[in-house]
Nanobody
Framework: QVQLVESGGGLVQAGTSLTLSCVAS????????MGWYRQVPGKQRELVAT???????NYADSVKGRFTISRDNAKNTVYLQMNSLKPEDTAVYYC???????????????WGQGTQVTVSS
């Protein structure tokens, strides 16, 4: 089995910072891209940021310059540093990873359970 567990969410004021972490554990052969997505009630889940195993990053326009994604491959962990938070960043944040459990098996996407981030004005 594979598990992705997020942590670091909470209630913060606008203009402040928060760091999310996500650890992948279990039967893992390799992890390709990892990323963060977010969702608010009534809307589709949207991409926030992704990072490849080689460190290439991609960001949604709405968070460019404010959020930074990084990863520690040795720890199977991805981080999301969120600065200058805005009320519109309020959402449930989900971690995603493309994981191969065996060398000959295909890669599958795995999701964490989500962590709530609430930004008050």
């Amino acid at each position: 089995q594979v598990q992705l567990v997020e942590s670091g969410g909470g209630l913060v004021q606008a203009g402040t910072s928060l760091t999310l972490s996500c650890v992948a554990s279990g039967s893992i052969f390799s992890i390709n891209a990892m990323g963060w997505y977010r969702q608010v009630p009534g809307k589709q889940r949207e991409l926030v940021a992704t990072i490849t195993s080689g460190g290439i990053t991609n960001y949604a326009d709405s968070v460019k310059g404010r959020f930074t994604i990084s990863r520690d491959n040795a720890k199977n962990t991805v981080y999301l540093q969120m600065n200058s938070l805005k009320p519109e960043d309020t959402a449930v944040y989900y971690c995603n990873a493309g994981i191969k459990r065996r060398s000959i098996w295909p890669e599958y996407p795995y999701w964490g359970q989500g962590t709530q981030v609430t930004v008050s004005s």
